[in-house]
């Protein structure tokens, strides 16, 4: 995406939307913001949340206009609690 060539900006928000699906997202659950240890089991890693938030809030700080914004609300509830 830092490229910005054709296809990257759908790329990048197919990813990040995969990425997404594998953290808990319900405010009201005691989980939420806390990421899968695997896509194929529910186990859960407190520590991933330092891990790939940073990532994702680099993405934010930096590509964040170029992304659709219903990616950037999903990347910001991804802080969690």
């Known amino acids: 995406m830092f490229r910005n060539k054709p296809g990257d ?3 990048t928000t197919e990813i990040l939307i995969w990425i997404l699906k594998n953290q808990h997202q319900d405010p009201n659950a005691k989980i939420y913001g806390i990421w899968k240890t695997s896509i194929a ?3 859960v890693d407190q520590n991933r949340r330092e ?3 940073c990532d994702l809030s680099v993405i ?3 590509i964040s206009y170029l992304l659709p914004q219903s990616i950037i609300g999903l990347m910001h509830a991804a802080k969690g609690p």
């Open 9 to 11: 900006k759908e790329k």
């Open 41 to 43: 089991e529910d186990k």
């Open 51 to 53: 891990f790939i938030d």
């Open 60 to 62: 934010c700080k930096i």
